[in-house]
């Protein structure tokens, strides 16, 4: 579990396909200080898991079923990504329970760079409007932002300290983000689901 708030830009340093997995080596400094082997990062969103490390890298492996539903595919040597530990116990939740569950990829549409902040606006196909609301949350390559509009697109406010402490200033429009919905909506939108597939035929045998 981590909260969307981003500790770290790292630099891919290796990424290479060895059989069916994808073996990749991140360059970092800070978050290494107490990395164990098997703890989970997120990178730029994605939950992976630190296979072996040392002090200015680590090492993690990337299944086929992350690769089909991430961006990985498409980076490469000096990619620069968002990098954040999972969160402990003690942890003060800064931004909102983000898990590191990739749900889909959104376009960039447009990108205003003002004095000290950046908008950033996001091309918001049909089928994924009734997982946002407006002030709501949303992880955009890890990094927990709130929705300050809604309409064709998603348009979010970043303020000076996000711009930055994170990789946000690489992108530009048409360039593609990991996004993952608000995992509390993500259930309440479910169990609404659920609820109006209810029949009364349903609710009889339920009894």
């Given at each position: ?6 500790e770290e ?61 991430t ?46 902040t950046?908008?950033?606006r ?23 932002l ?42 309440i ?19």
């Amino acid at each position: 579990m981590f909260t969307g708030i981003i500790e770290e830009v790292g630099k891919i340093n290796q990424i290479k396909k060895q059989g069916d997995t994808t073996f990749m080596t991140i360059g970092c400094s800070l978050i290494t200080e107490d990395m164990h082997i098997g703890d989970s990062i997120s990178v730029n969103g994605v939950c992976l898991t630190v296979t072996s490390f040392t002090e200015s890298s680590f090492d993690v492996d990337i299944v086929e079923g992350t690769s089909a539903v991430t961006l990985f595919k498409s980076m490469k040597h000096g990619t620069r990504v968002n990098l954040e530990r999972a969160l402990l116990p003690t942890t003060r939740l800064g931004g909102h329970f983000v898990s590191g569950h990739v749900d889909t990829h959104l376009v960039i549409d447009n990108i205003r760079h003002l004095q000290k902040t950046m908008v950033v606006r996001l091309r918001l196909p049909n089928a994924f409007r009734s997982n946002v609301i407006p002030k709501g949350s949303i992880a955009v390559n890890g990094i927990s932002l709130t929705i300050f509009k809604l309409d064709t697109c998603i348009e979010l406010h970043i303020i000076p300290e996000t711009v930055r402490s994170t990789m946000l200033t690489d992108l530009k429009a048409g360039d593609k983000v990991h996004i993952e919905f608000d995992m509390l909506g993500k259930y309440i939108l479910n169990s609404q689901k659920e609820a109006s597939a209810l029949t009364l035929s349903k609710l009889e045998m339920m009894l």
